[in-house]
């Protein structure tokens, strides 16, 4: 079994659906991330989140500590949000553990 | 701009050949780190150095090997040794315990 399980694996949506993307964990973390990764390859960090919740723009992240879960949420979601979206915890020190990451298709 | 690049974008290898990534950043972030990516697999970490002229194997060493002569760069050596090096390669930078900045990614592919 994964440290770090991701769910569902892969996901279509019309554009402005409410999209969740879900996360669980095996370890005790310091910190989890949220990450996109685009069709060329590139990943940008989203969020890094400990505790409670983040709001940046459309995009919404929950953590639940003693559950071991995390929710990645869109709001109105469009075409441009289609990427693989990983989530990966920081267990000790800097390293991370990554997921096997989600695909969003969102269609117009 | 403050970032940090990988080059080539795309490589290719011989049988029996080494071949060096590169990666550079500009962020003066004291960690860096090399992940692989395969299709349908995680991220995992090669090696990840938290500070200059010293390093550390992550999960997946075997076959690789890197050098931190310099803050700004971290390169990856993939020897004749890694049987399977067809992979999708990514550096990233961080500060200590701070979020990690990633590079674009260097494609490998064997001939």
């Known amino acids: 079994k994964n440290e770090v399980e991701q769910s569902p694996q892969n996901l279509t949506a019309q554009e402005g659906e409410f999209i969740t993307i879900n996360c669980s964990y095996s370890?005790?973390?310091?910190?989890l991330h949220w990450l996109q990764q685009h069709p060329g390859g590139g990943i940008v960090s989203l969020f890094m989140?400990?505790?409670g919740k983040k709001k940046h723009g459309r995009l919404i992240a929950t953590i639940n500590i003693q559950e071991k879960h995390s929710s990645l949420h869109i709001t109105a979601s469009h075409p441009r949000d289609s990427a693989v979206y990983i989530c990966?915890?920081?267990?000790?020190?800097?390293?991370?553990?990554f997921g096997e990451g989600t695909q969003l298709t969102v269609n117009p | 701009d403050g970032g940090i690049t990988q080059s080539p974008k795309y490589l290719f290898r011989k049988e029996g050949q080494n071949v060096t990534l590169s990666c550079e950043q500009n962020?003066?972030?004291?960690?860096m780190y090399w992940y692989r990516q395969d299709p349908g697999q995680g991220l995992r970490l090669i090696y990840y150095?938290?500070?200059?002229?010293?390093?550390q194997k992550g999960d997946i060493a075997e076959g690789y090997s890197v050098s931190r002569e310099k803050k700004e760069s971290f390169p990856l050596t993939v020897t004749s040794a890694q049987k399977n090096p067809t992979a999708f390669y990514l550096c990233?930078?961080?500060?200590?315990?701070?979020?990690?900045?990633f590079g674009p990614g260097t494609r490998l592919l064997v001939l």
């Open positions: 990233a930078s961080s500060r200590h315990l701070e979020t990690q900045y």
């Open positions: 370890v005790g973390i310091s910190a």
């Open positions: 989140l400990s505790s």
């Open positions: 990966a915890v920081e267990a000790s020190g800097s390293r991370l553990t």
């Open positions: 962020l003066n972030h004291d960690a």
């Open positions: 150095s938290q500070i200059v002229n010293d390093f």
